[in-house]
């Protein structure tokens, strides 16, 4: 029962570069939520999706894609990395909207 | 613009102490919170899932409960063990179901 997989675990880039971080479940879960974790500031949510072909913006999407082509990925995109961007990163999903959110282990993700 | 506040930031107590873990939110028009676990370099576990309509919920030694008029609920530990050592934090949904607000935790050490 692998649940929420989340990978790399761990990734450096410089400033300029660009990467996909990927998130899958095996749940068959509609709602996908991406956040990034940072010390003092708590959870945000970047990106979210309620089904395949669905995504919308959360409260920090600037420097971000996704998109949601089958309901089991949604890979988070960084266009151009940026320093800020270090941080640690969480995919969630659920059944729906009032279910609890299932969480991977997170990408730690560090932009030199 | 929902806010959530947990205190305290950090608690120590011996083995075996009952505790009680406090989270507030500025918004009452929730309809549900959620209370999660969280371990060091690791994901969010959901711990508890309050539905507005209920006033509390219980898991175990864990028993949450909610007051939506005063914008507070209370995360209940019985009789702690080390073991319950991890950050805990609790969420709400914002203006939109998926986008939850997150406290920034309650890091509990409970020592032997």
């Known amino acids: 029962n692998a649940g929420v997989t989340q990978t790399p675990k761990f990734q450096v880039l410089k400033t300029g570069q660009s990467m996909t971080l990927q998130c899958a479940q095996d749940?068959?879960?509609?709602?996908m939520s991406w956040y990034r974790q940072d010390p003092g500031m708590g959870l945000r949510l970047i990106h979210y999706?309620?089904?395949?072909?669905?995504?919308d913006q959360g409260e920090v999407p600037n420097g971000y894609n996704v998109s949601r082509s089958t309901t089991e990925d949604f890979p988070l995109r960084l266009l151009s990395a940026a320093p800020s961007q270090t941080s640690v990163y969480f995919c969630?999903?659920?059944?729906?909207?009032?279910?609890?959110?299932?969480f991977g282990d997170g990408t730690r993700l560090s932009i030199l | 613009k929902q806010e959530v506040t947990q205190i305290p930031a950090a608690l120590s107590v011996p083995e075996g102490e009952n505790l009680v873990l406090n989270c507030s939110f500025t918004?009452?028009?929730?309809?549900?919170l959620q209370w999660f676990r969280q371990d060091p370099g690791k994901g969010l576990t959901s711990l508890l899932l309050?539905?507005?309509?209920?006033r509390e919920q219980t898991s175990g030694r864990l028993n949450a409960s909610l007051d939506k008029s005063s914008g507070r609920s209370t995360l209940y530990i019985a009789a702690s063990q080390p073991g319950d050592s991890a950050t805990y934090l609790c969420?709400?949904?914002?203006?939109?179901?998926?986008?939850?607000?997150f406290g920034t935790g309650t890091r509990l050490l409970v020592s032997p």
């Open positions: 969630a999903s659920s059944p729906n909207s009032n279910q609890p959110q299932h």
């Open positions: 749940m068959n879960h509609e709602y």
């Open positions: 999706s309620v089904g395949a072909g669905i995504t």
């Open positions: 918004d009452s028009a929730i309809y549900n």
């Open positions: 309050i539905q507005s309509s209920q």
């Open positions: 969420a709400v949904p914002n203006t939109g179901f998926q986008k939850l607000v």
